[in-house]
T-cell receptor, first 112, second 113 residues
């Protein structure tokens, strides 16, 4: 999606290192979300934001933190990466909470 | 119990036939439902939204919502090989004014030429 950019697209790192994933949007949407997708589990919400500096936890938030200092950027940080956090991470945005979400291209993260 | 449940498949349908994908949901899920299509290695793409009881048609796609039975379905008419993908059902859960989406695990659909 042209309005959502995730970076990096791929990353390989070692257990115990910090990792930050970035989601950048050009749509000026209020809501931003971070999901992880794993086989057999589907998409699971990690954290979401409903405005600048306003964030809340999702169903799998342990080991993750987020920050949103500007409308367009939503950062996901793994403070000390573990192998169980190997996954594909998707960012999504929406105008209103009840409106459909649109997804970025994803980040494939491998933690060795 | 997951809030949104889907049969993981795989579901195989001959080209030109109708593909029927189903999803059930729990009491926690509110009235907004979405169907996403996800090709292998790609991100989910919204194909249908449905907010009220009944049917909603968009081209070859029809979404059906039955609140009494708590299920939502997606019908794909005249199935094409390009419809082969994983289909994700999602429903909104109200969370103190901020709704969140909860997703099913997806149904893998294969259209057989």
């Amino acid at each position: 999606d042209a309005g959502i950019t995730q970076s990096p697209r791929h990353k390989v790192t070692e257990t115990g290192t910090p990792v930050t994933l970035r989601c950048h949007q050009t749509e000026n949407h209020r809501y931003m979300y971070w999901y992880r997708q794993d086989p057999g589990h589907g998409l699971r919400l990690i954290h979401y934001s409903y405005g600048v500096k306003d964030t809340d936890k999702g169903e799998v938030s342990d080991g993750y933190s987020v920050s949103r200092s500007k409308t367009e950027d939503f950062l996901l940080t793994l403070e000390s990466a573990t192998s169980s956090q190997t996954s594909v991470y998707f960012c999504a945005i929406s105008t209103l909470a009840e409106q459909p979400q649109h997804f970025g291209d994803g980040t494939r993260l491998s933690i060795l | 119990q997951k809030e949104v449940e889907q049969n993981s498949g795989p579901l195989s349908v001959p080209e030109g036939a109708i593909a029927s994908l189903n999803c059930t949901y729990s009491d926690r899920v509110s009235q907004s439902f979405f169907w996403y299509r996800q090709y292998s290695g790609k991100s989910p793409e919204l194909i249908m939204s449905i907010y009220s009881n009944g049917d909603k048609e968009d081209g070859r796609f029809t979404a059906q919502l039955n609140k009494a039975s708590q299920y939502v379905s997606l019908l794909i008419r005249d199935s094409q090989p390009s419809d082969s993908a994983t289909y994700l059902c999602a429903g909104a859960i109200s969370n103190f004014g901020n709704e969140k989406l909860t997703f099913g695990t997806g149904t893998r659909l294969t259209i057989i030429p």
